[in-house]
């Protein structure tokens, strides 16, 4: 073995790792990147709270200090309301809530006379959005916890509180309700990209953008033509998930304009991306890292796969800035939730970037050389 | 050294400028103090009658910056030619032919293809002309026949799909996909690609730059057919046997520049040497002093082999009996007439293929 060989070899590829600033990001500055954003959702680092709306009709001491005990956890952070009692659902409604708590009239009086009538309760009542399952049983678990401490210090354990759970929107959403939209607009936004990355990098690479520079094809021809088989595929792949979601999982969706329209949008929005991407990578390796370090935080940032509340604030408010948020809320408002204005508000803001993403992209990709 | 007469933009003045052909010379205005580039366009003769002219190409430069990869090159292309472009990686081949077939934008120059300015007409051009891109792979989950049929739907005149398969010898590889396909039948469906419109010119941009001996020998024989068939071939390569095997008429590029042009026997003729005798394994050490010493222009080189260059065929006599009376043992000779290598050589003082 000479090492003499070996040092050469070695210093080569020093030398051309070095030389590719795209190399050295992807390499070095995008683990850490990830390694920030992954360790700051799962370590706590900023930590997370939980918006929780208290309806209190009893205004009592007792009311006040299970309020109070509730907001001091780390977890919760409770915002009281003053609401008429049949005005609750429809306010959950209005104002897209995910969580509330209600202390019943009487709630102090209930508790000492459970105190000492073993026969009955003090109940308070735990409103939440099963869609937002894995947010809301955290939530649950903390409201659980803080009722079984106030038990055991008014009658040592006994159970004198109790949590009467009711469902919001309906109790048909599950997490699959949540998940499914979603993962439409991920394959969307993979297949889009991707399709994208290799029409512009690997075909330049092969000489067939160069070949087609000679012959009478217009740009716009292929890139209409490349649009189209992008949209029956996501029409395709929309399709695959809803009868999976329809046959497996029995759930109810809706197709209606505003889902088709977000789903034409969002072709239209990652392929632009795309462009813009390969516009500023060289070559095939680099675009499909290019490609990955757009994908992948968007797939853990934009509510893909769990709830933004889950996340630290500051990445909730990135994920405002990530159009995929728009496209899954969109998918979610108007396929399973029914909520026509949020529906057409996600629907407008999903075209807006994708007007934006794809002129961009046509404007900026080129297919003559320098 | 040419004079030219030249206006300057800013004051007007008219003032004499010279140089060489094919320079650019950066002139002051003595009014004003304007200094601006003059360009001496080289030219080389050209025989061709302008209705037999296929490509036209007058002061083609390219620059990068402050790089000029092509330096104000004209030549034409006549119909029916096999028409090489010759010289080493590097030396503007191919961004002079991607000018041509508007890949790319000339900073300057003119480009006629079939008498149109492809400024303006490209878009009528792009019906007669057939292109095989440097380095280009087709789809490669297409068949063979899918893919002549895809490149064949986007132009109007339209070749039988079965003749291109035919004549490339590609029947039994028409259903297979071109991922499966060996470099040499890839570089033939290349070729096959660039014949789905009938063009009347075809451009071949490094054809058989990465194949195998017999893969080249495949593809210079669907080159020679494209010639029998009458069409114009634009080659470019750096290939000199490729050149020598195919091209009716050769044009050599170098560093930007045209260095020469000509058929291989004017070529040769011009700038050739005569011919090279070659002694192989030579074990006499001094037969190389000795044969220099008798005036013979000799290059050492490998495994003990000696190459002698000869004016004239007569005086290959004279080095044998040299080699004769010094006893120069060796294991045989031949003689061949100088070639493009030779020719390269002369023009450039370097070897192509050390220019690779």
């Known amino acids: ?370 | 050294m040419i004079t030219k007469k030249v206006e300057c933009p800013k004051c007007k003045q008219i003032f004499t400028s010279s140089g060489n052909p094919g320079d650019t010379v950066r002139t002051p205005c003595p009014s004003c103090g304007l200094t601006g580039r003059v360009i001496f366009e080289k030219t080389f003769s050209s025989n061709i009658s302008s209705e037999n002219i296929a490509i036209e190409v007058s002061n083609l430069r390219k620059e990068y910056g402050s790089l000029v990869a092509v330096n104000n090159i004209s030549f034409s292309v006549k119909k029916g030619e096999v028409f090489a472009f010759l010289g080493p990686n590097g030396a503007g081949k191919t961004t002079t032919v991607e000018m041509i077939e508007s890949i790319r934008q000339p900073t300057a120059g003119s480009i006629k293809i079939l008498g149109k300015d492809i400024s303006t007409s490209f878009v009528d051009v792009k019906e007669k002309i057939g292109v095989l891109p440097q380095e280009f792979r087709s789809f490669e989950r297409l068949t063979v026949r899918e893919t002549l049929e895809f490149f064949s739907k986007l132009f109007k005149k339209r070749a039988n799909i079965d003749e291109i398969i035919n004549a490339m010898d590609l029947k039994d590889k028409e259903n297979t996909l071109y991922i499966n396909l060996s470099g040499g039948l890839k570089q033939r469906v290349g070729v096959a690609i660039s014949l789905v419109n009938d063009p009347e010119i075809v451009f071949l941009d490094e054809p058989t730059t990465g194949l195998d001996p017999k893969a080249r020998r495949e593809v210079w024989e669907v080159i020679a057919d494209l010639k029998n068939k009458g069409k114009t071939v634009f080659l470019t390569t750096h290939y000199m046997e490729e050149a020598e095997y195919l091209a009716d008429s050769i044009t050599i590029i170098y560093k930007g520049d045209i260095i020469a042009r000509g058929s291989l026997e004017e070529l040769i003729s011009k700038y050739g040497k005569g011919h090279i005798l070659h002694i192989k394994n030579c074990k006499t050490k001094e037969a190389v002093d000795v044969l220099r010493d008798n005036g013979f222009n000799v290059n050492k080189e490998h495994n003990g082999d000696i190459a002698v260059k000869i004016d004239y065929k007569e005086r290959v006599l004279e080095v044998l009996s040299i080699l004769r009376h010094e006893a120069v043992d060796y294991d045989s000779i031949d003689i061949r007439r100088s070639n493009l290598e030779e020719v390269f050589l002369q023009l450039t003082g370097a070897r192509l293929s050390e220019e690779e």
């Open chain 1, 1 to 370: 073995m000479k090492l003499e060989v070996i040092w050469a070899s070695f210093y080569t590829d020093l030398k051309s790792f070095a030389r590719s600033r795209a190399t050295l990001f992807w390499t070095l500055l995008f683990p850490v990147m990830l390694i920030l954003m992954f360790g700051a959702i799962f370590s706590g680092f900023g930590e997370t709270e939980y918006e929780l709306v208290v309806v209190d009709f009893d205004n009592s001491t007792l009311s006040e200090t299970f309020v109070n005990i509730l907001n001091d956890t780390p977890v919760i952070k409770t915002d009281v309301k003053t609401i008429n009692n049949d005005e609750i659902l429809q306010y959950i409604k209005d104002n897209n809530i995910k969580r509330l708590v209600v202390i019943p009239q009487g709630f102090e009086q209930s508790v000492g006379m459970a105190a000492m009538d073993s026969s009955t309760v003090a109940n308070i009542s735990f409103y939440f959005d099963q869609s937002e399952q894995q947010s809301n049983s955290i939530v649950r678990s903390v409201v659980s916890s803080v009722v079984i401490n106030l038990n055991m210090n008014i009658s040592g354990g006994k159970d004198i509180i109790k949590i009467n759970d009711i469902e919001t929107i309906s109790g048909e959403f599950g997490f699959i309700d949540f998940f499914l939209p979603g993962m439409i607009g991920f394959t969307i936004m993979q297949t889009c990209i991707y399709g994208s990355l290799e029409r512009n990098t690997k075909f330049k690479k092969d000489g067939i953008l160069r070949k087609l520079l000679t012959t009478p094809v217009t740009r716009s021809e292929w890139i209409f033509s490349k649009m189209l088989f992008q949209l029956v595929l996501s029409f395709i792949s929309a399709g695959l998930i809803i009868v999976i979601g329809v046959v497996v999982y029995k759930m109810t969706i809706n197709i209606n304009i505003w889902m088709i329209l977000i789903i034409i949008g969002t072709n239209f929005l990652f392929t632009g991306m795309g462009m813009l991407i390969s516009r500023f990578v060289k070559d095939e390796e680099s675009a499909g890292m290019a490609g990955g370090v757009v994908t992948f935080p968007m797939m853990f940032l934009a509510g893909t796969f769990f709830a933004l509340e889950q996340m630290p604030v500051f990445l909730q408010i990135i994920a405002r800035f990530l159009p995929l948020f728009y496209v899954n809320e969109g998918l979610r408002a108007s396929m399973i939730y029914l909520k026509t204005d949020d529906a057409i508000f996600y629907t407008v803001i999903v075209l807006v970037f994708a007007a934006f993403f794809f002129i961009s992209g046509l404007i900026l990709t080129k297919w003559k050389e320098d």
